[in-house]
């Protein structure tokens, strides 16, 4: 691999159907693991699985739905990139809830690094998931983007 590969920042082109896909698979996955931690019996590892895929597809979709043209890299994809101009997302989708504000700031704590703030998380009584809540407020704000989405001229 070429040496600077990762600290390219030019933008990659892309199409709309590479992008779709993409963003499908983050909105897919985070409705299936909600589902799933609903479903049935489950190993340890198998409620692991699902506890580690949540947050992290819960952050990314928040990012994507709360970012704006805030972008951290110019090749991040955020919710405007997939709307016409003439549609503010940022004047049309709904606030943040109190909940997802938590599930994202929970979320870089506890997923991304081994950090103490798993210690402290757990002593405070804060480890679990509100995954029912969760899909209650995204699957709001999906909706909406949907909607804008399909209006799209």
């Given amino acids: ?39 049935g019996q489950k190993t340890i590892f198998e409620r692991n699985l699902l506890l580690e895929s949540l947050p992290a597809h819960t952050r990314i979709l928040i990012e994507f739905f709360y970012n704006g043209k805030n972008k951290k890299y110019p090749n991040d994809l955020v919710a405007q990139d997939f709307l016409p101009d003439s549609i503010n997302w940022r004047n049309e989708r709904p606030l943040i809830t109190e909940l997802l504000e938590e599930a994202k700031n929970k979320a870089d704590k506890q997923l991304a690094h081994l950090s103490l703030w ?10 679990g998931w509100d995954w029912n809540g969760i ?9 909406k983007f949907k909607t804008l989405e399909s209006a799209e001229v």
């Fill in 135 to 143: 899909k209650r407020d995204m699957e709001k704000i999906i909706e």
């Fill in 1 to 39: 691999m070429e040496e600077n590969y990762w600290e390219d920042n030019r933008l990659i082109q892309a199409t709309k159907k590479e992008k779709e896909e993409h963003l499908n698979y983050e909105m897919d996955m985070f409705l299936e693991t909600c589902n799933q931690l609903n479903f």
């Fill in 118 to 127: 798993r210690v402290k998380i757990e002593r405070d009584n804060k480890k």
